[in-house]
């Protein structure tokens, strides 16, 4: 008996260092990128025979292939046949949002639940798409919030969330339910004072103290009029520029960028002039504004494809005759403007407004970047180096060098030939882990 104990404490002696050895975690996975083509994104140049070697969720290393010598018997992705690069970003979306919802009362039919299916389906698409980061402008209370984390936690895959709350709004402004009888009593679930409408200084401050409060990276704040809203002009400034002064400092305050949607000349100028963070739409901003926005480095974030779907699929799904006047008022009028923006020398950050057209579709707005104006290299910088600067990631994402997450994307096509090349993204890795891979035909081992 003493004897069977003894054994046993021999084979236990034996064994737990080897099982504590077999529990000890591997370290972080290398795997070796062959890129025939890079774009890093921190110039305008294309190099050649390049390599990107990766380990855990970031890039440690890029050089020529004559340079960074593959161990043998290394995982390799071998995108020899493509050109790789940044993963890219939209500053504006809109993951609660679908696009085949334009009657006049689905605001009123949807559960916040419904939106929030929508979103999962919605960020794994924008992700597919070669979007490893988004800003998110705007949802219920606090769907990109829980989206976000939701996504970190590794839950559903999708793209790097910069969440904001709902766009705060004035009192029948773009962001209120707008256009019932007074005699109809409608509320929002939260109320709406606590997180969204706000009229007055104060007001102002306890909106934006809420939202910081659960959880948003960014506020948005709706300045002008819009196009999709009832009852609202997208010329007319909403908000004074004390209000939107009092949301800028606030969100500054708690370390917060403030984007404001402004379609309007005297909106735009009033939020550049408040210390807001970037400009989006900024449909009829005039030289003056884009010469605010140079002199204080405020971005201007067009979203110039949108109005082909507007003024096709969105009427088809029952967009309001009203909405569709006033598409046709600025749709126009913001690609000629985005233009002389361009040639005023204002700093650009691609964002679109996914979900006013279907998530996914997002590259589509780079032909558009590219035809009123940019070259390819500058359409593309704008969604990648610009577009990290503007949400604040510029240390973590935006280029592939040393030290950022391993968030790389390749097409087969040359997208600075043809900038559509990145409508049809056939490999999608974030933070070293591949989501997509329609071209190097394996699987990273
Ligand atoms: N969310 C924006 C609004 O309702 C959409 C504007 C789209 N139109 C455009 N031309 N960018 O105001």
Known sequence: MRRAVLSLLILLSLVVPALAQQ???????????????????????VRENMVIMVVGDRIQNVGPASAISIPSGAAVLDLSH??????LIDCHTHLGARADRYDEIYNFKDTPFQHAFAAVINARKTLEAGFT??????????????????????????????????????????GDLNNFSPQTRVTMFPEERDFQIADGVDQIRHVVRAQVKYGVDVIKILATGGVLSKGDSPGAPQFTPEELKAAAEEAHMAGRKIAAHAHGTQGIKNAILAGIDSIEHASLIDDEGIRLAKERGVYLVMDIYNDDYI???AIEFGLPKENVEKEKMVGR???????????????MAFGTDAG??????????????????????????????????????????GTVEAGKFADV????????????????????????????????GQAAH
């Open 311 to 313: 003024l096709g699929k």
């Open 23 to 45: 529990t000890q975690k591997p370290g972080p996975k290398t795997v070796y990128i062959r890129a025939g083509r890079l774009f890093d994104g921190t110039s305008d140049k």
């Open 356 to 397: 006013v057209y279907p998530h996914g579709d997002n590259a589509k707005q780079f032909f558009y970047m590219v035809k009123f104006g940019l070259t390819p290299a500058q359409a593309i910088h704008a969604a990648t180096s610009n577009a990290a600067d503007l949400i604040g990631r510029a240390k973590d994402v």
């Open 409 to 440: 994307i390749a097409v087969t096509d040359d997208p600075l030939q043809n900038v559509r090349a990145l409508e049809n993204v056939g490999f999608v890795m974030k933070g070293g882990a591949v989501f997509k891979d329609a071209i190097t």
């Open 82 to 87: 493509a050109t790789v690069l940044p993963g």
């Open 333 to 347: 009028l913001q690609r000629e403007n985005f233009e002389r923006a361009v040639k005023g020398g204002a700093k």
């Open 133 to 174: 980061s988004v800003r998110d402008v705007g949802s219920e209370p606090f769907l990109a919030v829980d989206l976000r984390n939701s996504i970190n936690e590794g839950l559903i895959p999708g793209p790097r969330i910069v969440a904001s709350g709902p766009g705060i709004s004035i009192t029948g402004g773009h």
